[in-house]
């Protein structure tokens, strides 16, 4: 029986790869909340891109070789964008849901495809298409059916300021860090994955450090940490290691702009959780749910026009010719 390879355009890889991500950092939620209760978002944080770092940096020596490592003169901008990626946005968004609901971190991350286009506008002063703003404004209103289940006052129930402030503030860090990759377009995704992660991880290192000095730090026991462990390893492994290298690789074929607007599957992967569990779905949620599909498709049909046909997509592994 022959074999045939699966034959995708660039862009549907890329798709591929967001879906993966997001799907993966949708789970993530749950198993964070669980976490949280028994160690701080620092220490969370550090601990998950303390690992993750080394692993991306492993994997950049075996496929790139050793001479990948070098910053070529790019070591304190990576420290910074790898801070704002991977620390800003972490501890910024765990810290306010924790003052507030999830699902504020939700409709906050469904913001962030707005914001990527407002700052390419600004940047540029090319104003962008008609369908990707009708595409952002379908994914915003399924995300706020999907987290009030069509009741919008629902939102201002345990709302307050700085936690919607903190949320927003640590969406703009990732947009940033995620744009952030086209000032690199002669690496692999790999590449840039490695060696920002590692600038966040130090960034992690100092935030950690500071808030040992005030006390601010709570770690499980001895006794905790098993239960803790499947917890910890999927944040780890799947939701920092695989879904970070899917995220930078389906970017890098699809670009910021359309590439954000795969962060309204988080939601929708929190709300599959949910059914698993036993949550009935509402009126307002299956809306929302398929207003953010709509969005999605929309989006994606908008980056296939014109678009060449192409082999089959080199892995984010790949190295780069």
């Excluded at 939700?106 to 914001?115: E, H, N, S, T």
């Excluded at 090319?126 to 009741?151: C, E, I, K």
């Excluded at 935030?207 to 601010?216: D, I, K, M, Q, S």
Aim: proline share 6%; hydrophobic share 60%.
């Amino acid at each position: 029986m022959s074999a045939f390879p699966l034959r995708l355009s660039p862009a549907a890889w890329g798709g591929l790869a967001l879906l993966t991500a997001t799907v993966m950092w949708g789970a993530a939620f749950p198993v964070s909340k669980a976490v949280l209760a028994d160690m701080d978002p620092i220490s969370m944080s550090l601990w998950r891109y303390g690992i993750a770092a080394p692993i991306f940096m492993a994997l950049l020596a075996w496929r790139e070789g050793a001479a990948a490592w070098r910053l070529e003169g790019q070591g304190w901008k990576l420290l910074g964008l790898g801070t704002l990626g991977f620390a800003g946005f972490n501890l910024l968004m765990f810290y306010a849901v924790g003052m507030s609901r999830p699902e504020f971190g939700a409709i906050v991350m469904a913001l962030q495809p707005l914001i990527a286009v407002l700052i390419q506008w600004a940047r540029s002063g090319q104003r962008p298409a008609a369908r990707s703003f009708v595409a952002l404004a379908l994914a915003v209103v399924g995300v706020l059916l999907l987290t009030t289940d069509g009741h919008p006052a629902r939102l201002t129930e345990h709302a307050a300021l700085l936690p919607t402030l903190m949320m927003i503030a640590g969406g703009m860090c990732w947009v940033l860090y995620s744009m952030g990759a086209a000032a690199f377009p002669h690496w692999s995704p790999l590449r840039y994955t490695a060696l920002s992660s590692s600038g966040g991880a130090l960034g992690l290192v100092a935030f950690w450090l500071l808030a040992g000095v005030f006390g601010a730090l709570r770690l499980p026991s001895a006794a905790a940490l098993p239960a803790l462990a499947p917890a910890l390893l999927f944040l780890v492994l799947l939701a920092a290691v695989l879904a970070v290298l899917c995220w930078n690789q389906g970017m890098r074929q699809i670009g910021a702009q359309r590439g954000l607007l795969f962060i309204n599957v988080v939601p929708l992967t929190a709300l599959l959780i949910g059914v698993l569990r036993g949550h009935a779905l509402g009126n307002g949620e299956l809306i929302g749910a398929a207003l953010v599909l709509v969005s999605l498709v929309l989006n994606q049909l908008g980056g296939q026009a014109g678009a060449k046909p192409s082999s089959i997509l080199r892995p984010a592994l790949a190295t780069p010719k």
